[in-house]
């Protein structure tokens, strides 16, 4: 393979990871503690070979998944791509096959643009190869990891200790048709605890725009198709409570049209304000609407929601404006310059009143909050985030309590060269133990040394993160930066306990 372009799309921390590797036993400076066993899984869209065109979207990426297993305080990394049959194609031709629509080395080609093949060689295999998420699923017939987004392609599904890939999630033909008219579930699923249906939402560019969907361990798929939309969205990320799915309505969306008559692939309409479609969880009854009183935001991703006094609280890092690239900002020709970023807030549905209103706590960028997933679509309190001067410079960890305010922030330095650049993916929170109270147990964060091109995972108890990591996993290589990831518990399985 030749070396890919100077493009700040692969350099520093964005530097894709282009080989498979397996490291077994993996150096651990600290301890891990001996009961923890399960998996860290996480991916992003990412490169393996050079495209046709000098446009590096989404649309033209590869899958690739990393997973960190852990087992009687060891740690062992593995990274597979996934076998999709794009990748199978250009693998078996050594080159990459599949070429923008048109070439647009700005602000229009960052997502996902529509890509085109390349003649007869291409015919019938899907462009889109995108994944933003890894995904536990407890199915009835074995677990496995899901790599998944929300509008473009079928779930695969893979092995949680080899990560080969397995194929298409066995319940697709139940699913919703997504942009490329496969399958499609969700970047941003929320599961039940106690019963491991997994909730999502996917969209589509005609009405109804937004269909939410729940996978059930027995492989069964209810979807819902929202009925009476207030305008045209799309949709990323929802919230759970115990009761309703929480779909946010907000003023961006995806438009294809728009991409292939020379614009941007995504609009932005802050006059349609937000709207939150309240989703009975039984997919069948009515849904009920909430309506803002402030013009429009955006929440990329959501914490999670607690529910009390007939208010609904939507926990998430707070956008003034989506941070992507739309006509109305930028020039044709000139790269988009993402100038936005989020602050930690919430968006809180009153049932009386029908209305949503909107606060923000702090004017510090954060991103990629997490919760201690067993408890989606509970009462909960403690968050976790990554924050840094913007949103392309995270390098602080930070738990927050939803409930008291209180905030820890631990920066993440290197011990000798404390200005050392570093780059944080998304965390994971591990319980201690199965019966562990909310919040009690491990932040799991991946850190790149990426001028070392060096990285390790960072083990940081929850009980007071400030004090440092009590483990580093070392990893002998620059590890591909990844956008989302999940905790697989191998002991305790949900909607099996
Ligand atoms: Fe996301």
Not at 330 to 345: D, E, F, R, T
Not at 433 to 452: C, I, K, N, R
Request: charged share 20%; net charge negative; glycine share 10%.
């Amino acid at each position: 393979m030749k070396p890919f372009p100077d493009d700040v799309r692969f350099v520093g921390p964005l530097r894709p990871q282009r080989f498979e590797a397996t490291v077994e036993d993996c150096i651990v400076e600290g301890e891990i503690p001996k009961d923890l066993y399960g998996g860290f899984y996480r991916t992003s869209p990412t490169f393996k070979r050079h495209k046709k065109q000098p446009g590096y979207g989404m649309m033209a990426s590869d899958r690739m998944v990393q997973g960190l297993i852990l087992e009687n305080g060891q740690a062992t990394y593995r990274n597979r791509w996934v076998r999709t049959p794009k990748y199978m194609l250009e693998e078996a031709h050594g080159e990459g096959l599949f070429e923008w629509h048109d070439a647009w080395p700005d602000y229009r080609g960052e997502t996902i643009t529509p890509v085109r093949g390349n003649g007869s060689v291409t015919d019938g295999v899907p462009a889109g190869s995108n994944t933003v998420n890894a995904v536990p699923y407890y199915a009835k017939t074995g677990n496995v990891v899901l790599a998944c987004n929300e509008i473009l392609n079928v779930p695969i599904a893979l092995d949680p200790m080899t990560l080969e890939t397995l194929g298409p999630i066995a319940c697709a033909g139940q699913m919703v048709k997504g942009y490329c008219g496969e399958p499609t579930f969700t970047a941003h699923p929320k599961w039940d605890p106690e019963t491991g249906v997994i909730f999502g939402a996917t969209s589509g560019e005609e009405a109804p725009y937004v269909t939410v969907q729940a996978i059930h361990p027995d492989g069964t798929v209810k979807s819902k198709a929202i009925e009476n939309e207030p305008f045209r969205t799309s949709i990323h990320d929802i919230w759970l409570t115990k009761d309703h799915v929480a779909v946010p309505y907000t003023g961006w969306h995806y438009d294809s049209e728009n991409a292939k008559a020379g614009g941007a692939p995504m609009h932005w309409k802050p006059e349609n304000g937000v709207t939150i479609a309240l989703v009975p969880r039984d997919l069948e009854s009515p849904v009920k609407w909430i309506k803002s009183d402030f013009p429009g935001e955006y929440i990329l991703h959501t914490l999670s929601a607690n529910t009390s006094d007939n208010k609904i609280t939507l926990n998430g890092p707070v956008y003034k404006q989506p941070p992507f690239g739309f006509d109305q900002f930028n020039q044709v020709g000139s790269p988009y310059i993402p100038l936005y970023a989020a602050n930690n807030g919430h968006w809180v549905c009153d049932l009386d009143s029908g209305t949503l209103s909107s606060e923000v706590f702090d004017d510090r960028p954060c991103e990629f909050p997490k919760i201690d997933e067993r408890f989606f679509g509970k009462p909960y309190q403690h968050g976790f985030m990554l924050g840094g001067d913007t949103l392309y410079m995270l390098d602080t960890l930070i738990h927050y309590n939803v409930r008291s305010g209180e905030e820890k922030r631990l920066r993440i330095v290197d011990p000798e060269e404390h200005d050392k650049p570093v780059g944080l993916a998304e965390p994971v929170f591990v319980p201690r133990h199965a019966s562990a109270a909310e919040g009690d147990g491990y932040m799991l964060l991946p850190v790149s040394w990426f001028t070392d091109h060096l990285s390790e995972y960072w083990l940081l108890d929850t009980e007071d993160i400030t004090q440092g990591p009590i483990a580093k996993v070392k990893m002998p290589f620059q590890m591909g930066w990844s956008t989302h990831g999940h905790w697989m518990d191998f002991a305790n399985v949900p909607g099996k306990n």
